[in-house]
């Protein structure tokens, strides 16, 4: 049945905003959006493509496990305490959270499967929290099969733990390695298991420092055979360029070319430490940057030379990363941040507003592999966000450009409905399909009861984290 939304305004992806507009949409599509002579019946709503959160994990706020104010290097071994006690619910509550910002799909680059499952089945209760929060979905299993503590020989790592220590640190990280061949039967069972209209299936190597070459040569071989996309960590932290330098001295981006992987399917998330002579290779490619603001400043990684990637023709897109500044999965605000830092000095600016929210909806949506441009215009997806301008323009003084309002005082709070696939999948900022409140208290209860079977590697942490930081300082960042 055809509905349509009015609205004050709508942006439509192009430069210009349509005032007073209607937006008709039936059967999953946009049919029309039409101005309307008549402005009384408009709501104060503003329109836009529906955000995507393009990288993220499905985690939940990482400072609540004790991982806070420490580099990546540490950071992602203190994850290990936030390992999903239930998939389905972690994956629901991150996905409803993404949503009830604003965002219709969302990357699950899925780095900590809760092992209480086989991964295939894990990863049929992540498509099933997807599809009940009617979000689109790209799911991408990430894989690792070299050094699991530091980028080289742990050795100098667990030598000196006590023996309880070792063994502890030894069980929870190092793991026989899959082979190539047997990752990508993995990822293509649980394509035919999950995917469809609706979620995208990908490889996930996790990094170049964490992937054998045999391994990043197969998935590398098996995208460019099947199309399959692809979606990695590139050049997050200044050891992991450090460590690349040394591993692949002709260059790391050289390198991903040489063997196919580095294409238009190949979404990058991170890229921080990038040069100026690698981006280009990117953006000759095709592929994507996905940055992750937030995530960059909690973690010490750096900034990213976004301006400068864009300027040289990348493609960008925004990921929130599972750390957003405030812990709250919002998209908006990460989205304002990116814009901010990386729109110029004085008058040299890099983007105006909505060619920067223009182009992160369009490369969200290839990251994702998503049908279309994420523009509202006729036979385009039926995937947009309402905006409440009343929410943001607090004083009502003088028209204001609604795209300069939500730049400069949006987040999740001003996001009144999200439409996908013509279908509300928030409305009145709570998302409808789950109850996000109800999963978020069973999913506490769910992490107490399971955090007892940590006491062993908590009791191991802090010789470990210190050997772990001694080991990098040790190594040099360049």
């Not at 009384?40 to 939940?60: E, F, K, W």
């Not at 002579?277 to 592929?287: F, K, P, W």
Request: include cysteine.
């Amino acid at each position: 049945m055809s509905k349509t939304l009015l609205a004050a305004n709508v942006f439509t992806g192009g430069r210009e905003l349509v005032p007073h507009a209607a937006v008709t949409y039936d059967r999953g599509l946009i049919t029309n959006v039409l101005a309307s002579a008549d402005p009384s019946p408009q709501a104060n709503t503003l329109v836009i493509p529906a955000l995507i959160n393009a990288h993220d994990h499905a985690r939940p706020s990482m400072t609540s496990f004790g991982a806070s104010n420490m580099p990546l290097e540490t950071w992602i071994a203190r994850s290990a305490f936030g390992t999903p006690p239930d998939p389905y619910l972690a994956a629901a509550v991150s996905l409803a959270r993404s949503v009830r910002a604003g965002c219709g799909g969302m990357m699950i680059h899925y780095t900590r499967p809760s092992g209480t499952m086989p991964i295939v089945d894990e990863a049929v209760a992540i498509g099933k929290a997807a599809t009940d929060v009617g979000v689109r979905l790209a799911f991408a299993l990430a894989v690792r099969d070299q050094n699991p503590i530091v980028y080289g020989d742990s050795e100098d790592v667990l030598s000196t733990l006590q023996p309880g220590d070792r063994s502890t640190v030894e069980d929870m990280f190092v793991r026989p390695a899959i082979s190539p061949v047997d990752y990508i039967e993995r990822v293509e069972a649980i394509d035919i298991a999950i995917a469809g209209p609706m979620i995208d299936v990908q490889f996930g190597p996790a990094g170049v420092q964490w992937c054998s070459r045999p391994l990043l040569e197969a998935i590398a071989e098996r995208s460019a055979a099947t199309g399959r996309r692809v979606h990695m960590h590139l050049l997050e932290t200044i050891y992991q360029r450090a460590w690349t330098d040394r591993a692949f001295p002709g260059g790391i981006v050289r390198y991903l070319k040489d063997i196919g992987l580095l294409s238009s399917r190949l979404t990058l998330a991170h890229c921080i430490h990038a040069r100026p002579d690698e981006l280009d290779m990117i953006a000759e490619s095709g592929a994507t940057i996905v940055t992750n603001f937030s995530s960059n400043l909690h973690l010490h990684s750096g900034l990213a030379p976004i301006a400068d990637a864009h300027r040289r023709g990348c493609g960008i897109a925004v990921g929130v990363d599972g750390v957003a500044l405030d812990e709250d999965d919002d998209a908006i605000r990460e989205m304002r941040l990116v814009q901010m830092a990386h729109d110029g000095v004085g008058f040299d600016r890099t983007w105006n507003r909505a060619e920067f929210l223009a182009l992160t909806v369009r490369n969200g949506r290839k990251a994702i592999g998503a049908p279309g441009a994420g523009t509202l215009t006729a036979g385009a997806q039926a995937d947009f966000t309402v905006i409440d301008i009343g929410h943001l323009d607090r004083d009502e003084i003088m028209p204001v450009d609604p795209l300069d309002l939500l730049f400069a005082r949006g987040n999740t709070g001003c996001v009144r409905d999200v439409v996908v696939n013509g279908q509300t999948i928030s409305r009145n900022g709570k998302p409808t399909g789950v109850d996000l409140d109800a999963m978020e208290r069973e999913l506490r209860v769910l992490y107490r009861k399971n955090i007892p079977q940590y006491r062993a590697l908590e009791r191991a942490w802090r010789p470990f984290e210190s050997n772990v930081s001694e080991w990098f300082r040790e190594q040099g960042c360049c």
